[in-house]
């Protein structure tokens, strides 16, 4: 059974990239950290690890990609609230990230996101799940 998951993100500068996530409000595990990579701590059983470009590289064979030129992926984060998901976008905008997509307000649910320093794509988003249709 799985118990947790690590994403793996190659970021162009571990230090910027650690401030962002930090003015964001969450932290970092200092035992999974150093010069090459940071530990990005979501909850408990979920962890970005945020990896310098070069270390990222020594993992794959494919050419890693940019995504500030390509979507590479859409992380989503379910938060508690609509007032939440706001409050998330705004820290993020505050701490130098941009907004790719308009918010979406779809009754039962409502997403918005922001795209960190490097162009990672982090979906946010709140569902009332009672609510949501039959199949969406």
Same mark, same amino acid.
């Given at each position: 059974?799985?118990?947790?998951? #690590?994403?793996? @993100? %190659? &970021? *162009?500068?571990?230090?910027?990239?650690?401030?962002?996530?930090? =003015? +964001?409000?969450? !932290?970092?595990?200092?035992?999974?950290?150093?010069?090459?990579?940071?530990?990005?701590?979501?909850?408990?059983?979920?962890?970005?690890?945020?990896?310098?470009?070069?270390?990222?590289?020594? #993992?794959?064979? @494919? %050419? &890693? *990609?940019?995504?500030?030129?390509?979507?590479?992926?859409?992380? =989503? +984060?379910?938060? !508690?609230?609509?007032?939440?998901?706001?409050?998330?976008?705004?820290?993020?905008?505050?701490?130098?990230?941009?907004?790719?997509?308009?918010?979406?307000?779809?009754?039962?649910?409502?997403?918005?996101?922001?795209?960190?320093?490097?162009?990672?794509?982090?979906?946010?988003?709140?569902?009332?799940?009672?609510?949501?249709?039959?199949?969406?």
């Amino acid at each position: 059974m799985i118990q947790s998951l #690590f994403v793996n @993100l %190659p &970021v *162009a500068n571990l230090a910027r990239s650690q401030a962002f996530f930090s =003015a +964001l409000g969450l !932290g970092f595990n200092a035992r999974f950290t150093n010069e090459q990579a940071a530990c990005l701590v979501v909850n408990e059983h979920i962890s970005c690890m945020l990896l310098q470009r070069p270390f990222f590289q020594g #993992f794959t064979k @494919l %050419p &890693v *990609a940019d995504a500030t030129a390509a979507t590479e992926v859409l992380l =989503a +984060l379910q938060v !508690g609230s609509r007032a939440e998901v706001d409050g998330l976008v705004a820290k993020a905008l505050a701490a130098g990230g941009t907004v790719p997509n308009e918010k979406q307000d779809l009754g039962f649910m409502v997403q918005h996101g922001f795209a960190d320093p490097d162009g990672h794509q982090w979906e946010v988003f709140h569902m009332d799940e009672a609510a949501a249709p039959a199949q969406f």
